[in-house]
């Protein structure tokens, strides 16, 4: 079997093994862990701080933008003069439906590219 | 919730383990109580430096509180600890220069029984071991780990670890030599 040891060693082994049984060591272990937990709670507060910052900052231009964006994609591509045609091309004659064309494209040109 | 520490204290382990696992640091802390001095040998057989060994055994169940939700087995808590104890150990090393510790005792001093410890001795010796064979000799000895277990664990071939074992005893034996002959003169 390949488990074979020297019978000297193994008792010199179990001789060495000392037996502690302080508390000390496991009151340090668990000061560890509340230093660990306050500092995570500081990084946290931290962070959320950082995210409500930014949020007052950039609500304005955020929502500018989304009005921007709002305004621009039903536009249409094409000017169609019959009242039924515009309405039935409405979905796909929007700046919206290119981009949203472009953005498939795109995908599976990259698929195409890495796969 | 609260408990005694009484009756923490008479809690079969995996009751522990899934009261700590619910964030009982009680019963993580009677944990810790049953299975520290294993795990601070262990550090001390590995490294050969007392507060080294306790600064790593502390890490260990530091790290244990953190991820012992992931411990899906109560009754495995041993194997577990004593991966995290390895990685730890290793991790260390990788950071440390890996060559440190070997060998670095070269005076020709054999071990007194009389005036040192046997904890002391042994780790001397065990200094003058390359830090794999070192390993392989801690967990075969210390832990009673199988040459096929100590493979598994270090992801080193079966015979890289018969050979590091086999050199490690023959090294020691040496070092060793007046506790092994006062041990055949006792018989």
């Known amino acids: ?115 | 919730m609260r408990y005694s520490a009484d009756l923490l204290a008479k809690s079969p382990e995996s009751v522990l383990v899934s009261l700590s696992q619910n964030g009982n640091r009680d019963a993580f802390a009677e944990l810790m109580s049953r299975r520290q001095a294993w795990i601070r040998n262990l550090m001390r057989r590995c490294s050969g430096d007392p507060v080294l060994a306790d600064d790593l055994a502390q890490q260990v169940f530091t790290q244990a509180w953190r991820s012992i939700r992931q411990l899906h087995d109560a009754d495995r808590l041993g194997p577990w600890l004593k991966r995290m104890a390895i990685n730890m150990w290793l991790q260390h090393r990788r950071k440390n220069d890996p060559l440190r510790g070997a060998n670095e005792h070269d005076d020709a001093d054999s071990p007194r029984e009389d005036t040192t410890s046997v904890a002391l001795d042994l780790d001397h010796a065990l200094a003058t071991l390359s830090p794999d064979v070192r390993l392989c000799i801690v967990l075969s000895y210390h832990e009673r780990m199988t040459h096929r277990e100590i493979a598994a664990f270090t992801r080193q071939p079966l015979g890289t670890i018969k050979s590091h074992i086999r050199r490690g005893t023959r090294k020691l034996q040496e070092e060793l030599a007046a506790y092994v002959e006062s041990e055949k003169e006792l018989k």
């Open chain 1, 1 to 115: 079997m390949t488990t074979a040891r020297d019978p000297n060693l193994q008792k010199l082994f179990a001789q060495a093994a000392q037996d502690f049984q302080d508390d000390a060591f496991a009151a340090d272990v668990l000061r560890q862990i509340d230093r660990e937990r306050h500092r995570m709670l500081l990084v946290w507060f931290a962070l959320i701080v950082v995210a409500l910052m930014c949020l007052a900052f950039l609500a304005s231009p955020v929502l500018a933008a989304l009005g921007m964006a709002t305004k621009a994609l039903p536009v249409p591509l094409l000017e169609i003069e019959t009242e039924w045609l515009r309405l039935l091309l409405s979905p796909i004659n929007s700046v919206a439906a290119a981009i949203a064309v472009a953005a498939l494209g795109l995908r599976k040109f990259v698929r195409r590219i890495f796969r």
